[in-house]
């Protein structure tokens, strides 16, 4: 299935990509706090959709998540809590 027929009728992951690109678009935060980011989408997400001065920064329990994010460069910061 393409991404475009994905996000016409819709699974749970492209529905909430779209969700997440159209609260950021009208938003327009200046600063985004990913809890629990994982493998980091949303937070590359952000990057690709807000201008480069919006602070994005993880917050993630696992401690080689945390090393990965920071290395990855998509966070200005990564917390582990």
Do not use: W
Request: some cysteine; aromatic content about 4%; hydrophobic content about 30%.
């Amino acid at each position: 299935m393409s991404q475009a027929t994905d996000q016409q009728y819709g699974t749970s992951t492209s529905l909430c990509d779209y969700v997440l690109i159209h609260q950021l678009e009208q938003i327009k935060p200046l600063h985004v706090v990913d809890f629990g980011a994982g493998c980091g989408k949303n937070g590359r997400i952000a990057r690709q959709i807000l201008p480069r001065n919006v602070t994005i920064t993880a917050v993630e329990g696992c401690k080689k998540t945390v090393e990965m994010l920071s290395s990855e460069g998509t966070y200005n910061e990564v917390c582990h809590s």
